[in-house]
């Protein structure tokens, strides 16, 4: 057991299993028990669901405190946290950089959930599989935020000016964002969505929940998997999550260095996405007013427009 003791990026590994196994099983729970058949969530329940995922995200701010009063002592990677005059001060430091990670995250996950209705209604994705998407979207979210998170940490541990390089990023993206803002997103001309379709075999309509299908290929009648467009859909999802993490990342590492606090904020922030989306998407001909939210799309790193 002394495996489990190891310290990997500021936290013994029993504690970064304990939080992944935390989130596997609310996962679980909610698709296997909750959700287990493909049903339309109405907008009460996905309040509910809502509002549940809130208070598991501010819930885990005990935890965050009990932590960092037993496990982050001097050594910690938050200048602020080792600073801490006593545990009880550590363990309340902590408190408060998690929860303003979770508020910044929360807020910057509202963009996703503008795109992610623009894409489930270009591949005309019935509400009752949607669900399915966006939980194997959580899971990539949870190994695609790990890894940039990770080599986030890496870097702002071995070179501290990759912070200014963080914040060039951020100011970047906030003038794309002016202007582009009168810019509509363009699903049909995706490029990403351009390349799939020409390296997959992917058919015209939707085979239920399934994301592939076994079928005749017309052109060598033979037996081929086909992609069907709910892959599709995923894959885009996907992505637009990662294009946004490219700017929602530094900026939490702009509020603490420290790779639990960041993550943990960054995952509880993102899971109860799926529940408010299903709120939100029911009411978002409210919003026609709003403009599209560009400036995460169309940030400096791409030459061309995702959507």
Same mark, same amino acid.
């Given at each position: 057991?002394?495996?489990?003791?190891?310290?990997? #990026?500021?936290?013994?590994?029993?504690? %970064?299993?304990?939080?992944?196994?935390?989130?596997?099983?609310?996962?679980?729970?909610?698709?296997?028990?909750?959700?287990?058949?493909?049903?339309?969530?109405?907008?009460?329940?996905?309040?509910?669901?809502?509002?549940? /995922?809130? !208070?598991?995200?501010?819930?885990?701010?005990?935890? @965050?405190? %009990?932590?960092?009063?037993?496990?982050?002592?001097?050594?910690?990677?938050?200048?602020?946290?080792?600073?801490?005059?006593?545990?009880?001060?550590? !363990? %309340?430091?902590?408190?408060?950089?998690?929860?303003?990670?979770?508020?910044?995250?929360?807020?910057?996950?509202?963009?996703?959930?503008?795109?992610?209705?623009?894409?489930?209604?270009?591949?005309?994705?019935?509400?009752? /599989?949607? =669900?399915?998407?966006?939980?194997?979207?959580?899971?990539?979210?949870?190994?695609? &935020?790990?890894?940039?998170?990770?080599? !986030?940490?890496?870097?702002?541990?071995?070179?501290?000016?990759?912070?200014?390089?963080?914040?060039?990023?951020?100011?970047?993206?906030?003038?794309?964002?002016?202007?582009?803002?009168? =810019?509509?997103?363009?699903?049909?001309?995706?490029?990403?969505? &351009?390349?799939?379709?020409?390296?997959?075999?992917?058919?015209?309509?939707?085979?239920?929940?399934?994301?592939?299908? &076994?079928?005749?290929?017309?052109?060598?009648?033979?037996?081929?998997?086909?992609?069907?467009?709910?892959?599709?859909?995923?894959?885009? @999802?996907?992505?637009?999550?990662?294009?946004?993490?490219?700017?929602?990342?530094?900026?939490?590492?702009?509020?603490?260095?420290?790779?639990?606090?960041?993550?943990?904020?960054?995952?509880?922030?993102?899971?109860?996405?799926?529940?408010?989306?299903?709120? #939100?998407?029911?009411?978002?001909?409210?919003?026609? /007013?709003?403009?599209?939210?560009?400036? &995460?799309?169309?940030?400096?790193? %791409?030459?061309?427009?995702?959507?």
């Amino acid at each position: 057991m002394e495996f489990l003791s190891t310290l990997w #990026l500021g936290m013994p590994l029993w504690i %970064w299993f304990a939080f992944l196994s935390t989130v596997i099983a609310i996962l679980a729970f909610d698709l296997g028990i909750l959700h287990r058949d493909a049903q339309a969530i109405e907008i009460s329940d996905s309040l509910k669901m809502s509002a549940l /995922y809130i !208070g598991l995200g501010l819930a885990w701010a005990a935890a @965050v405190y %009990w932590i960092y009063v037993n496990y982050s002592g001097a050594g910690a990677l938050d200048p602020q946290i080792a600073a801490a005059a006593s545990p009880e001060e550590r !363990g %309340w430091t902590a408190v408060k950089l998690y929860m303003t990670g979770y508020l910044v995250e929360k807020t910057l996950a509202m963009d996703n959930v503008f795109i992610i209705s623009l894409i489930f209604t270009y591949f005309a994705v019935p509400r009752e /599989y949607q =669900h399915r998407v966006l939980f194997w979207g959580i899971l990539g979210v949870i190994v695609l &935020r790990a890894i940039m998170i990770g080599l !986030g940490a890496a870097l702002v541990m071995e070179f501290a000016w990759v912070m200014y390089l963080f914040a060039v990023i951020l100011l970047a993206t906030g003038i794309k964002m002016l202007i582009m803002v009168d =810019h509509q997103p363009d699903i049909a001309n995706n490029p990403v969505l &351009r390349f799939l379709k020409s390296r997959m075999r992917v058919t015209e309509t939707l085979h239920g929940q399934a994301f592939t299908v &076994r079928q005749q290929d017309p052109s060598t009648g033979k037996m081929a998997i086909f992609a069907t467009p709910l892959l599709l859909s995923l894959i885009l @999802v996907e992505i637009a999550d990662l294009v946004f993490a490219i700017d929602s990342v530094p900026a939490i590492f702009a509020i603490t260095p420290d790779p639990f606090i960041v993550y943990t904020s960054n995952i509880f922030a993102i899971l109860g996405l799926r529940a408010l989306y299903f709120a #939100l998407a029911a009411m978002v001909h409210r919003f026609h /007013y709003l403009k599209f939210p560009t400036r &995460r799309w169309h940030g400096w790193l %791409w030459p061309v427009p995702w959507l």
